[in-house]
């Protein structure tokens, strides 16, 4: 099990890039993100929030990994109380790194290779989940099962990826498996 950092938490989100870190190997923007859950030792259902620029869609809570946070845990544990208002939650585990599916903007034709970001997933079980958070007039936040979740992520394979890593679909798969 991952230790989970301790993140101070402010009243405002924040914004821009001039903190954003970038991989030294393929210039992608790293990325820190979440899977939430329900703290329960066998976790059905996910969090997910409104995108800030599709508000009609649904992404899990992620965000921009700075020069000024040690670790990604840090960085996803910040943009998960920006993005959703979770907070005092408990990193379960790591679910790896994903590279962005999509191509980014900037890339010339041939560099398709280099992907537009690099994810930095945890799955985290939700502390407590406060009415008022840095993003709460810009998003909304809801729990789903994860087949709801997964259905509702489709337009964003790298988030799937990540939902399908969570111990929420494993227990899906398990449920599954024994109900055959």
Not at 44 to 55: I, K, N, Q
């Amino acid at each position: 099990m991952t230790e989970t950092p301790v993140v101070a938490l402010e009243a405002t989100s924040r914004v821009g890039r001039t903190k954003q870190r970038y991989s030294a190997d393929t210039g992608a923007r790293l990325v820190a993100g979440v899977v939430a859950t329900r703290p329960h030792p066998n976790p059905t259902e996910v969090m997910l929030v409104t995108s800030a620029s599709h508000p009609n869609r649904y992404v899990l809570p992620k965000g921009g990994w700075e020069t000024d946070e040690a670790t990604p845990e840090s960085a996803a544990l910040r943009e998960a109380w920006e993005e959703s208002g979770i907070r005092d939650c408990r990193i379960v585990r790591s679910l790896g790194t994903i590279e962005d599916a999509r191509r980014a903007k900037h890339l010339k034709d041939g560099d398709d290779h280099i992907p537009r970001a690099e994810y930095w997933f945890f799955e985290c079980a939700v502390g407590e989940e406060c009415t008022e958070f840095p993003e709460s007039n810009e998003r909304s936040r809801v729990w789903m099962s994860v087949e709801q979740a997964r259905e509702a992520l489709q337009w964003r394979p790298e988030l799937v990826r990540a939902l399908e890593r969570s111990t929420a679909w494993e227990n899906l798969s398990k449920k599954t498996t024994e109900a055959a």
